[in-house]
C-alpha cells in the first residue's frame, strides 16, 4: 500500500509541485494551503506522514505541529517542518520541541527530501523494546498499548517521547550515550547525525509531562548521555 503523505504549504506553485513529483514517487497525496484546515485533514484522512511549511497566515506550521502532536489521535503521526526562512538554530530546535521528526530548509532536492520523509518513515517501524510492561518507581508504560501513567494518572506523551522513556525504563540505572538513543528511538545512523540537542529537548519535555519526583530520576551522565535511576 503507498503511503499516504498530507503536504501543507500556502504557496500554491510549491504545493503542486511537491504533490506532482510526490505523487509520481510512490506516495498518496493529501494537500492544503491552510494550518487550520490541515488539522482537519489530519484528523480525517489520516496520513502516514505531514509535511507541513513553518511560515503560512494564520495557523503555522510549528502551531500544526504542535496541536497534533498534543492529540491522542494525531500524535502518533510523524511531521517534517519545511522553511525557507526560520531556519535558524532556535527555529529548528523549536521545531523538535513541538514534537517535528525532522527540520528541512529551503529549497531542497526533490530527491533529497523524498530520502527525507523514507527515513522519518523507517524510524517509526523502529521497535523500542518488547510488549512487556514496565512499571518502575510509580509510572507504569505499556508498549502494546503505547500508553503510560504515573500512579495510576494517564501521561500522554508523543511517539519520540514513550520510544524515549521505554528504552530508558528498559535498562534502568545504566547509562546509555547518546549515540545508542540516537540510532535506538530515532532511528539515525551516528555516523550521519550525532546531535545531543535532539535527545536533550526530549529529555527535557519528558520530564516535564511525568513530574517532579520521576524527573529527577532522568539523570544526565556528563559527557556520556542519560539514565533512568533505580
Given at each position: 500500500m503507498k503511503p499516504k503523505i498530507l503536504i501543507v504549504d500556502d504557496d500554491r506553485s510549491v504545493l503542486g509541485a511537491l504533490k506532482r513529483y510526490l505523487s509520481a514517487?510512490?506516495?498518496?497525496?493529501?494537500?492544503?494551503?491552510?494550518?487550520?484546515?490541515a488539522l482537519m485533514l489530519a484528523r480525517e484522512s489520516k496520513p502516514d506522514i505531514i509535511?507541513?511549511?513553518?511560515?503560512?497566515?494564520?495557523?503555522?506550521?510549528?502551531?500544526?505541529?504542535?496541536?497534533?502532536?498534543?492529540?491522542?489521535?494525531t500524535q502518533t503521526v510523524p511531521i517534517i517542518i519545511m522553511s525557507g526562512a526560520l531556519i535558524d538554530e532556535q527555529h529548528v530546535l523549536?521545531?523538535?520541541a513541538g514534537g517535528a521528526d525532522d527540520y528541512v530548509a529551503k529549497p531542497f532536492s526533490m530527491a533529497?527530501?523524498?530520502?527525507?520523509?523514507?527515513?522519518?518513515?523507517?524510524?517509526?517501524?523502529?521497535?523500542?523494546?518488547?510488549?512487556?510492561?514496565?512499571?518502575?518507581?510509580g509510572v507504569?508504560?505499556?508498549?502494546a498499548g503505547r500508553t503510560v501513567s504515573v500512579r495510576g494518572k494517564k501521561v500522554s506523551l508523543t511517539r519520540k517521547e514513550f520510544d524515549l522513556l521505554a528504552t530508558l525504563l528498559s535498562r534502568p540505572g545504566k547509562a546509555l550515550t547518546i549515540n545508542y538513543l540516537l540510532e535506538t528511538v530515532w532511528g539515525y545512523d551516528p555516523a550521519d547525525y550525532n546531535?545531543?540537542?535532539?535527545?536533550?529537548?526530549?529529555?527535557?519535555?519528558?520530564?516535564?509531562?511525568?513530574?517532579?519526583?520521576l524527573a529527577k530520576r532522568i539523570v544526565a551522565v556528563l559527557g556520556h548521555g542519560y539514565k533512568f535511576e533505580d
Open positions: 514517487n510512490g506516495f498518496v497525496c493529501v494537500v492544503s494551503d491552510s494550518g487550520s484546515e509535511l507541513v511549511d513553518a511560515q503560512m497566515p494564520g495557523l503555522d506550521g510549528h502551531a500544526v505541529c504542535r496541536v497534533l502532536k498534543q492529540e491522542a489521535a523549536a521545531g523538535f533529497v527530501l523524498k530520502a527525507r520523509i523514507e527515513a522519518v518513515l523507517r524510524r517509526y517501524k523502529v521497535v523500542v523494546v518488547s510488549d512487556e510492561r514496565l512499571k518502575k518507581h507504569e508504560l505499556d508498549p546531535d545531543p540537542g535532539t535527545v536533550e529537548v526530549h529529555v527535557c519535555h519528558l520530564r516535564k509531562k511525568l513530574g517532579p519526583g
